[in-house]
Structures are given as C-alpha cells and as structure tokens.
C-alpha cells in the first residue's frame, strides 16, 4: 500500500511516465498486489530459511544431547563394571583369606559371612545370613558381646586370645579378634565388620608345653630329691661304720 502511494504521487508530481501501472487506480492496485504477492513469497522463503535453521539447530541439539548421553551410559558402563570387578575381587580375598570374617548391620543382623566362618560355627552360611548375631548364646555369655557393641560405637577393637565356647560342639576355641565400625558416605555408622583368626591349635600347644614342661620340672624335683635322699643314707651309713669301726680310722687330704 506505501508502494503504491508513493508510486501515485510520483506521478501525480509528473516524476514517473504515463503508464498502466503509475497512471490508473488499477494499475497501482495491481502493482501493489504483485508486490504484496513477491513480499508474501520472501516472508515464506525466510520463514522456511528459519524453520530449516531451526530443524537443523534440534538436529545438532539432538545429536549433541545423543552423543553426551552415549558417553554418559559408556562412563556409566565403565563405572558399573570397575565396581563389579572391584566387588568381586574383595569377595575374592574375603573368600580365601584363613580368617573368619563376617559382617553385620546396625542392629547386629548379619549380612555378609565367609566360608571360613561357616566352618568354625559349622553353620551354612544361608542360615547365618539374617540372623542376630547378639542373640548368639555363645557371644551373650563371652567377652564378644561388649567388644562388639564397642565396634557399634566407633571404637576399633583388637584383642589376642579371647575364648568361645562353641554353641554347638561345646568346645572351646580360642580367637584373636579385630572388630572395626562400618561408616556411610556421611560418615555415619552402619555396622561393624569382624574378623578372627583361630588360634586354638596354637594356645593348646602352648598349654601342653607348659604341662610337658611343668612335669619334666616336677620329675627333676623327685630325681633331686631321690638323689639327695641317697646320698644322705649313704653319708650315714659311712659315718656308722667309722664310729662303729674295731680299730681307729682316719683319713688324710691329698
């Protein structure tokens, strides 16, 4: 519509030439038609040069957000399998070590054991795993309770020699024990782990060494005590028989 103003008055003025166009209403309706054609023609050029510009910025911006999501899922990937793999190589060493460990939750629910715990308390571990392991007779009446409930409260515990009476075979082990608290990211406890290691073989034989040794000293007593025995019946005797002699006896130092 400027257009064509503008065109009519240029003509009014006698700047632009008689013609179809600049010299009839007509004209200058058809030309600004035209004109409102090619513009409405250029709107949509540039709008699909936008939409185009758009798609191809979602294109990138979906490509992009695969690519970090492909790299996300690779490092999550990774993380998953260095965790199982470190996982696994802890049960590994918890499994072969020839030290009974187990571990057990705030509560003293047991969660974790290993395969030599299971042959001390000769005790599968799926009945162990679950179970309280304050409800244990043998650790109610030992010093295991209290050493434990320590660990509860943050305190690491390691202490040589400290009898079990066996809660099924009645016999009488003897372990060293280290109990350490298991803590949270937030550093708050969780639980506590327990480790023995069985000493029983070792105490036994150093009790049969300080009977064997006790009884060789007894035995070396009586010896001694035979052997001054006789020599006193024997310094008698002699001592009789030079009172006793019929005719005087002396003897003379070297």
Same mark, same amino acid.
């Given at each position: 519509?400027? !257009? /064509?103003?503008?065109?009519?008055?240029?003509?009014?003025?006698?700047?632009?030439?008689?013609?179809?166009?600049?010299?009839?209403?007509?004209?200058?309706? $058809?030309?600004?038609?035209? +004109?409102?054609? $090619?513009?409405?023609?250029?709107?949509?050029?540039?709008?699909?040069?936008?939409?185009?510009?758009?798609?191809?910025?979602?294109?990138?911006?979906?490509?992009?957000?695969?690519?970090? /999501?492909?790299? $996300?899922?690779? +490092?999550?990937?990774?993380?998953?399998?260095?965790?199982?793999?470190?996982?696994?190589?802890?049960?590994?060493?918890?499994?072969?070590?020839?030290?009974?460990?187990?571990?057990?939750?705030?509560?003293?629910?047991?969660?974790?054991?290993?395969?030599?715990?299971?042959?001390?308390?000769?005790?599968?571990?799926?009945?162990?795993?679950?179970?309280?392991?304050?409800?244990?007779?043998?650790?109610?009446?030992?010093?295991?309770?209290?050493?434990?409930?320590?660990?509860?409260?943050?305190?690491?515990?390691?202490?040589?020699?400290?009898?079990? $009476?066996?809660?099924?075979?009645?016999?009488?082990?003897?372990?060293?024990?280290?109990?350490?608290?298991?803590?949270?990211?937030?550093?708050?406890?969780?639980?506590?782990?327990?480790?023995?290691?069985?000493? !029983?073989?070792?105490?036994?034989?150093?009790?049969?060494?300080?009977?064997?040794?006790?009884?060789? /000293?007894?035995?070396?007593?009586?010896?001694?005590?035979?052997?001054?025995?006789?020599?006193? +019946?024997?310094?008698?005797?002699?001592?009789?028989?030079? +009172?006793?002699?019929?005719?005087?006896?002396?003897?003379?130092?070297?």
């Amino acid at each position: 519509y400027a !257009t /064509m103003l503008i065109t009519f008055n240029l003509y009014i003025f006698g700047i632009l030439p008689v013609t179809f166009f600049s010299g009839s209403e007509k004209g200058l309706w $058809l030309g600004s038609a035209i +004109e409102a054609i $090619l513009f409405s023609f250029a709107i949509s050029d540039k709008i699909n040069f936008l939409k185009k510009e758009k798609e191809k910025a979602e294109k990138e911006k979906i490509e992009i957000q695969q690519q970090s /999501m492909n790299k $996300l899922e690779e +490092e999550v990937s990774q993380r998953t399998k260095d965790l199982y793999e470190a996982k696994l190589y802890i049960e590994n060493i918890i499994e072969t070590v020839p030290v009974a460990i187990f571990t057990a939750d705030i509560d003293g629910k047991i969660i974790l054991v290993n395969r030599v715990w299971e042959i001390i308390m000769e005790t599968k571990r799926e009945e162990l795993l679950g179970t309280n392991v304050f409800k244990f007779k043998s650790i109610q009446n030992s010093d295991y309770y209290k050493l434990y409930n320590k660990a509860l409260n943050g305190t690491r515990i390691f202490q040589e020699n400290i009898p079990f $009476l066996h809660p099924h075979t009645g016999r009488t082990y003897y372990f060293t024990l280290a109990a350490v608290p298991l803590k949270d990211s937030s550093g708050e406890i969780t639980g506590f782990m327990s480790m023995t290691m069985d000493k !029983t073989a070792e105490i036994i034989a150093q009790n049969e060494k300080k009977l064997a040794q006790k009884k060789a /000293m007894e035995q070396l007593e009586e010896k001694v005590q035979e052997r001054t025995k006789d020599l006193t +019946e024997a310094k008698q005797y002699i001592e009789t028989i030079v +009172e006793n002699a019929p005719s005087p006896l002396f003897g003379v130092d070297k």
